[in-house]
């Protein structure tokens, strides 16, 4: 089932999987009981995440709090990881929650978190090493699929996209973040464990492939290889120009056809999204001149790094009256812009997030103030909460995504800004101890996604940040 077709279901009925008893539950009154499933019906368990848990219900005061990251940072190991050993290999598929397919990016995103447990759990290390290693097998199947299968043989209910579907492939939008997650999964676990076991000839080929992929959609000669159409009366789930996007002008950049939500671009220049390529092409640099003499590979790899980054900085900045320089969200590089910020990761808010610059970076300051203001049409204010939403349920009117609240909070420097948003994540998960994809500003309990493993990973990713670097902002006593 496609996301968006799945948001129009109402919140309480059932998905495309049925949502687990445990997830329905609302919390009674301050009783604050788990909501995790029984421990012999959890799909994996690490000993080093269920000790941080321990640690974290012992030393922070918020009960309410402490009962949501009880829930949420676990919740991609309880409910969504399906862990095997084959051939002697690890494999990992990694499902969204209510969804039965792998997101390259979704899946990345999800166990994330769980990368500096690596070194002091082998097991859990072992299961991220499955992820990345099925993943890798994934983009050898299709390096422009967004999602897929773990049965190589099951046939996609999108069959019929005018595009070149595969058996094994979900959904084939083509999203440039899909295969920068992957490289960053894959970077960041080498890093925190030292284990290159990952790094074999399979993956290799499968890297090449991935640079290949970016070379070909940045179009100078031609349209690329890649088009897609589907039938449907929602504008964005599908593409113009015959499949192929609007008119670009060739500059650098990387085409992306749709945006990390699966909706697809105004423009094909998407410039958080080729931040990130800049800074995921130079972490492929670094791994692949340390576990192999592919020296035509970094060359290739380092060249498109730095072309993508002057590209980006030359194209993708405008003047916004309010605000002085920001970052467009999208061009074409014809001189036409779209000037936005959608919750969905990467975005302009993360780019720091996800290894481009730092938050001190003026345009990037500029370009957050914008994000989280009136002038982003996509930015919504209720009663007592305001947050940023997304294209992607605009269908429903104005929703604020959980995600952006907490994109917001994972890059403040501030402390009052901090707390505001673990505040207002507080204040809307509805009872229910989880996050959620969207709610609406004034009615919380009006939210899609019950299982939506993502939010749970990021919003507990959060909550551990703050109680490494600044623990004092959690010992509220909750009223």
């Not at 996301?3 to 604050?32: C, E, H, N, Q, Y």
């Given at each position: 089932?496609?996301?968006?077709?799945?948001?129009?279901?109402?919140?309480?009925?059932?998905?495309?999987?049925?949502?687990?008893?445990?997830?329905?539950?609302?919390?009674?009154?301050?009783?604050?009981?788990?909501?995790?499933?029984?421990?012999g019906k959890r799909n994996f368990t690490s000993d080093a995440v269920e000790s941080l848990i321990a640690d974290v219900k012992k030393n922070v005061k918020d009960e309410e709090l402490v009962w949501m990251f009880e829930n949420c940072f676990p919740n991609t190991l309880d409910t969504t990881v399906f862990f095997e050993m084959k051939d002697g290999k690890p494999d990992t598929y990694v499902?969204?929650?209510?969804?039965?397919?792998?997101?390259?990016?979704?899946?990345?995103?999800?166990?994330?978190?769980?990368?500096?447990?690596?070194?002091?759990?082998?097991?859990?290390?072992?299961?991220?090493?499955?992820?990345?290693?099925?993943?890798?097998?994934?983009?050898?199947?299709?390096?422009?699929?967004?999602?897929?299968?773990?049965?190589?043989?099951?046939?996609?209910?999108?069959?019929?996209d005018q595009t070149e579907m595969k058996p094994g492939v979900h959904e084939r939008k083509w999203e440039l973040d899909s295969l920068c997650y992957c490289i960053r999964l894959a970077y960041q676990y080498w890093k925190i464990t030292g284990n290159t076991a990952h790094m074999d000839e399979e993956w290799h080929n499968a890297m090449v492939l991935v640079v290949e992929t970016m070379k070909?959609?940045?179009?100078?000669?031609?349209?690329?290889?890649?088009?897609?159409?589907?039938?449907?009366?929602?504008?964005?789930?599908?593409?113009?120009?015959?499949?192929?996007?609007?008119?670009?002008?060739?500059?650098?950049?990387?085409?992306?056809?749709?945006?990390?939500?699966?909706?697809?671009?105004?423009?094909?220049?998407?410039?958080?999204?080729?931040?990130?390529?800049?800074?995921?092409?130079?972490?492929?640099?670094?791994?692949?001149?340390?576990?192999?003499?592919?020296?035509?590979?970094?060359?290739?790899?380092?060249?498109?790094?730095?072309?993508?980054?002057?590209?980006?900085?030359?194209?993708?900045?405008?003047?916004?009256?309010?605000?002085?320089?920001?970052?467009?969200?999208?061009?074409?590089?014809?001189?036409?812009?779209?000037?936005?910020?959608?919750?969905?990761?990467?975005?302009?808010?993360?780019?720091?997030?996800?290894?481009?610059?730092?938050?001190?970076?003026?345009?990037?300051?500029?370009?957050?103030?914008?994000?989280?203001?009136?002038?982003?049409?996509?930015?919504?204010?209720?009663?007592?909460?305001?947050?940023?939403?997304?294209?992607?349920?605009?269908?429903?009117?104005?929703?604020?995504?959980?995600?952006?609240?907490?994109?917001?909070?994972?890059?403040?420097?501030?402390?009052?800004?901090?707390?505001?948003?673990?505040?207002?994540?507080?204040?809307?998960?509805?009872?229910?101890?989880?996050?959620?994809?969207?709610?609406?500003?004034?009615?919380?309990?009006?939210?899609?996604?019950?299982?939506?493993?993502?939010?749970?990973?990021?919003?507990?990713?959060?909550?551990?940040?703050?109680?490494?670097?600044?623990?004092?902002?959690?010992?509220?006593?909750?009223?």
């Open positions: 089932m496609n996301r968006k077709k799945f948001t129009r279901i109402s919140a309480m009925a059932t998905s495309a999987l049925m949502v687990p008893d445990f997830m329905l539950k609302a919390a009674a009154g301050k009783a604050f009981t788990s909501q995790r499933p029984p421990v499902i969204t929650g209510d969804i039965d397919a792998m997101w390259l990016r979704d899946s990345s995103a999800q166990v994330n978190p769980y990368l500096p447990l690596c070194k002091e759990d082998k097991h859990l290390a072992q299961m991220v090493e499955g992820v990345i290693r099925r993943q890798t097998k994934c983009i050898l199947l299709d390096p422009y699929a967004n999602a897929f299968y773990k049965d190589s043989n099951k046939i996609s209910p999108w069959k019929t070909d959609q940045q179009r100078k000669n031609d349209k690329g290889k890649y088009h897609f159409q589907r039938r449907t009366i929602t504008l964005s789930d599908t593409l113009a120009g015959d499949g192929y996007g609007k008119p670009v002008k060739p500059n650098g950049m990387i085409c992306s056809a749709f945006r990390n939500s699966d909706d697809a671009t105004t423009y094909l220049y998407n410039k958080p999204e080729n931040l990130f390529a800049v800074t995921a092409l130079r972490q492929l640099v670094e791994m692949i001149i340390a576990t192999s003499h592919r020296d035509e590979l970094v060359m290739t790899a380092r060249n498109l790094a730095d072309e993508v980054e002057h590209a980006t900085l030359k194209n993708g900045i405008i003047d916004y009256t309010a605000f002085g320089k920001i970052y467009a969200y999208e061009c074409d590089g014809l001189d036409h812009t779209v000037a936005m910020e959608d919750a969905g990761i990467p975005g302009l808010i993360t780019i720091p997030y996800l290894g481009y610059g730092t938050t001190e970076d003026e345009v990037y300051k500029s370009s957050r103030k914008f994000a989280l203001s009136k002038d982003n049409p996509y930015f919504y204010q209720g009663k007592s909460v305001e947050g940023i939403g997304s294209q992607h349920l605009a269908y429903k009117g104005e929703m604020i995504w959980p995600m952006g609240i907490i994109s917001r909070a994972i890059t403040s420097t501030d402390n009052a800004e901090i707390t505001h948003c673990i505040n207002m994540l507080k204040a809307t998960h509805a009872g229910t101890g989880f996050m959620h994809e969207g709610f609406k500003p004034n009615s919380p309990k009006n939210f899609t996604r019950h299982w939506f493993a993502w939010a749970n990973s990021f919003f507990g990713e959060m909550v551990w940040m703050v109680y490494k670097e600044n623990p004092g902002l959690l010992q509220r006593e909750s009223k």
